[in-house]
């Protein structure tokens, strides 16, 4: 039986690491009787095709982060509410207990299988005027965003200008001044060469959208009861090798952004942020409110 996974990003980016282990350990426990081929490169398709794709049965496997699959999934939109984390270990006491359980298998309702995490970090704001240390310091910037309406409003309740741009014009629009600053995750921040020209990056980690490696009801059912046991197994196995290469991308990128000379300021407490986008949660947050308490009840 050979399966299909697909992944948007490149072959060495850590969540294809990860694709790749979990293949690899489905091929050994089944001795070669289950073999996985890994697609890197959006080469099945972007994460909107490929859900798609997943739902029909087409494409067996996907990677696909949750700001996308909130779309066909409600209840796993609640990651891209902002400041929802205190931390990074909290994220995954959530992610990897129970709550982190029922979302994956909210999934369901959507004819998908969700069977793991995989990390995205968190997304920070950085400019090319000034050090961003309080919510307030954001007034009068010109900040790219996604196409995404909570990303806009996010940028405007903390009194930004939220300007949403595509992704490759981000470089020169900060360079010539149309912009002020925008947000991403660390690697990001580096590879797009964004920390040449916006050198002041806030550690404020305002989103943590995580991955989900995902398969479809149509395949899972084809399975037997222990080759879905070997494939669950493996694929939480698999989180550990792509979280410790996300963690090493994100100290290389940080590393190379400081030995730059850029101006980094660590959000210690997000409590004040946190407190500034009450108006998003107001909005978009009425049909999360026991999931949020449960979240930020997890230490």
Do not use: C
């Not at 980016?13 to 690899?24: H, I, M, Q, R, S």
């Not at 990651?79 to 995954?92: G, I, R, V």
């Not at 990001?188 to 806030?202: F, G, I, L, M, Q």
């Not at 995580?210 to 989180?239: C, F, G, H, M, Y």
């Amino acid at each position: 039986m050979v399966l299909r996974l697909a992944d948007n990003q490149p072959a060495d980016y850590p969540t294809v690491l990860g694709d790749n282990e979990f293949a690899k350990l489905v091929n050994e426990r089944t001795n070669g009787r289950i073999q996985i081929k890994v697609y890197p490169n959006a080469q099945l398709g972007d994460e909107n095709t490929v859900i798609q794709q997943i739902q029909l049965g087409a494409i067996d496997f996907g990677r696909i982060n949750t700001a996308p699959l909130a779309s066909y999934d409600k209840e796993i939109g609640v990651f891209s509410l902002p400041y929802l984390f205190s931390s990074s270990d909290q994220m995954w006491k959530v992610l990897n207990g129970p709550i982190g359980q029922r979302l994956l298998d909210s999934l369901q309702s959507a004819k998908m299988v969700g069977l793991t995490y995989y990390d995205s970090g968190a997304r920070n704001f950085y400019d090319s005027k000034r050090p961003i240390v309080h919510p307030s310091d954001l007034k009068g910037l010109k900040i790219r965003v996604q196409q995404s309406n909570i990303f806009v409003d996010l940028v405007n309740t903390l009194g930004g200008s939220a300007t949403p741009m595509a992704y490759g014009e981000v470089f020169n629009a900060l360079q010539t001044g149309v912009i002020d600053g925008a947000e991403n995750n660390w690697p990001s921040y580096y590879t797009t060469n964004h920390y040449k020209v916006a050198k002041y990056v806030t550690e404020d980690e305002h989103t943590r959208n995580p991955e989900v490696l995902l398969v479809s009801q149509a395949t899972w059912n084809k399975l037997s009861p222990q080759d879905q046991q070997i494939i669950r197994q493996a694929a939480v196995e698999s989180q550990q090798t792509e979280r410790q290469a996300w963690t090493q991308l994100e100290q290389k990128a940080k590393d190379a952004v400081k030995a730059n000379g850029n101006v980094i300021t660590e959000v210690q407490d997000v409590t004040e942020w946190q407190q500034a986008v009450q108006p998003l949660y107001d909005k978009y947050g009425k049909d999360y409110k026991d999931l949020i308490d449960q979240i930020r009840a997890t230490k």
